[in-house]
C-alpha cells in the first residue's frame, strides 16, 4: 500500500503561480515514479507530467511544457508541481499518483492523492 497526500493548490489569477506537493509513505521503492494529473469538469483526465524517482526522467504533456516543473525530496519522498504562468485552462483537480511501472503509462497508476483544486481567474 502507497498513500498519497496533497497539499497545495487554490485560486490564483492568470500569470500567477502555484506549488501542489505530494507526500508519498508506506510501501515504495525507489524504482517508482510519480505523477501528476488533473481533470476539468466535462473534460478527461489528463496526464499532466511524472518524475522517475531514481535519476531525473521527466515527463510533460504539450499542455504545461515550459510552464510546469516537477520536482522531488527523496529525502522526505515529496513530489511537487510548480505551476508557473497560469490560465484559465489550467483550472482542474489536480492529483498525484504513483506508479511501480513506466512514468508514461497511465493505466500502471496504482495510489493516488485525495486530489487538489486549482482555480484560475481571468
Known amino acids: 500500500q502507497v498513500q498519497l497526500v496533497q497539499s497545495g493548490g487554490g485560486l490564483v489569477q492568470a500569470g500567477g503561480s502555484l506549488r501542489l506537493s505530494c507526500a508519498a509513505s508506506?510501501?515504495?521503492?525507489?524504482?517508482?515514479?510519480m505523477g501528476w494529473f488533473r481533470q476539468a469538469p466535462g473534460k478527461e483526465r489528463e496526464h499532466v507530467g511524472a518524475?522517475?524517482?531514481?535519476?531525473?526522467?521527466?515527463y510533460y504533456a504539450d499542455s504545461v511544457k515550459g510552464r510546469f516543473t516537477i520536482s522531488k525530496d527523496n529525502a522526505r519522498n515529496t513530489v511537487y508541481l510548480q505551476m508557473n504562468s497560469l490560465k484559465p485552462e489550467d483550472t482542474a483537480v489536480y492529483y498525484c499518483?504513483?506508479?511501480?511501472?513506466?512514468?508514461?503509462?497511465?493505466?500502471?497508476?496504482?495510489?493516488w492523492g485525495q486530489g487538489t483544486q486549482v482555480t484560475v481567474s481571468s
Open positions: 499518483a504513483w506508479t511501480g511501472g513506466s512514468l508514461y503509462r497511465v493505466e500502471g497508476y496504482d495510489y
Open positions: 508506506g510501501r515504495t521503492f525507489s524504482s517508482h515514479a
Open positions: 518524475i522517475r524517482w531514481s535519476g531525473s526522467v521527466t
